[in-house]
């Protein structure tokens, strides 16, 4: 039995070792070249890991293009396994494995089917997510079920914090998964398919808060879209600020504060709970790290120390919209 990998992100590593470690037949691993995976949220570098476990390391540019097809052809492979790779498989590269091609996706499929299922559910204040391994078909999404495994959504995770659980589980099963590769099954069942429609690809745009909404739906955007992803932003004085991290206080009646205004600030000896407390369509919010423009970044007593109270998130866009 022969196997290949093709990766990118930094949750493949710990999933990649764990098999390697238990003796999986791993003949080369294809990534990203160092040019394109620069521009990659989350990319890491998979030699170190290649040079421990000998284990030949081709860089490519497309997973699908002559190239990379090519070389997964020179590997011969039984089984490839795509964890952490942002390119859809197409069916020159789906056809080269003997037995087939097995994936993962951050989700209890065929729920949240598409991209950036993490995100999403964050976004949509899901209570549970998960991961799913799947045989990769032509249709996204849309191969036989390998194994699940839930992972329930906390109020203190972010995107970041559920990557990790999602390739804690990922090692799992592919771990309980080796012994019956290597024994020569392959095992699946099919999915259902009537489980709502595909997820979007979500772009830089869409990370603009929507200061009237509730608060919960602005501390679930924030966390949704924190590092490694661009960030959810705002717009103060006419800059533009990332928002990294938020706290979501208890929810207070409501009062003449106007969504977006800056209620002022929280003070504390502990560093990490300082910042700006934010009035939202409902209830409020607490910003804890935020970015300028010119990269410059504000935590703790910086933040908490802005003159910023009585100022609105927004205030001229919307204006300008009024206007209109």
């Not at 493949?12 to 070792?17: M, P, W």
């Not at 990534?31 to 990319?43: C, E, I, S």
């Not at 003997?98 to 559910?121: D, K």
């Not at 990370?207 to 879209?225: E, F, K, Q, T």
Request: glycine share 10%.
């Amino acid at each position: 039995m022969r196997f290949a990998w093709v990766g990118l992100h930094a949750d493949g590593i710990s999933v990649l070792e764990a098999l390697l470690a238990a003796g999986a037949p791993i003949r080369g691993l294809l990534t990203l070249r160092p040019d394109l995976a620069a521009k990659r949220a989350a990319a890491a570098d998979y030699g170190t890991v290649c040079e421990r476990y000998g284990v030949p390391l081709h860089y490519v540019a497309n997973v699908n293009d002559a190239h990379a097809v090519r070389l997964l052809g020179e590997l011969a492979p039984d089984v490839v396994f795509v964890v952490g790779w942002p390119q859809v498989v197409r069916s020159a590269a789906l056809a080269v494995p003997r037995v087939g091609t097995i994936g993962s996706h951050a989700s209890l499929l065929p729920h949240n089917r598409g991209s950036a299922p993490i995100p999403w559910s964050l976004i949509r204040g899901e209570r549970q997510t998960g991961s799913t391994l799947v045989w990769l078909a032509e249709n996204v999404n849309a191969g036989d079920i390998i194994d699940q495994m839930p992972i329930p959504v906390t109020p203190y995770d972010t995107c970041a914090s559920l990557y990790g659980k999602v390739a804690a589980a990922n090692r799992d099963m592919l771990v309980r998964l080796l012994p019956r590769l290597l024994a020569g099954e392959r095992p699946g069942r099919p999915q259902s398919r009537a489980n709502g429609p595909l997820l979007t690809r979500r772009r830089r745009a869409d990370g603009r808060l929507d200061w009237s909404r509730p608060a919960r739906a602005v501390y679930d955007a924030i966390r949704a879209l924190t590092r490694p992803h661009p960030g959810a932003f705002g717009v103060l004085d006419g800059r533009r600020w990332l928002i990294w991290e938020a706290a979501l206080p208890p929810a207070s009646p409501g009062g003449v504060a106007r969504a977006g205004e800056i209620l002022g600030p929280i003070v504390s000896p502990v560093a990490a709970a300082c910042g700006q407390v934010v009035a939202c369509g409902e209830g409020h919010i607490v910003l804890l790290e935020v970015e300028r423009d010119d990269g410059a970044i504000l935590t703790g007593p910086e933040l908490s120390e802005q003159p910023w109270t009585g100022r609105r998130w927004d205030e001229r866009a919307r204006r300008k919209g009024d206007a209109s």
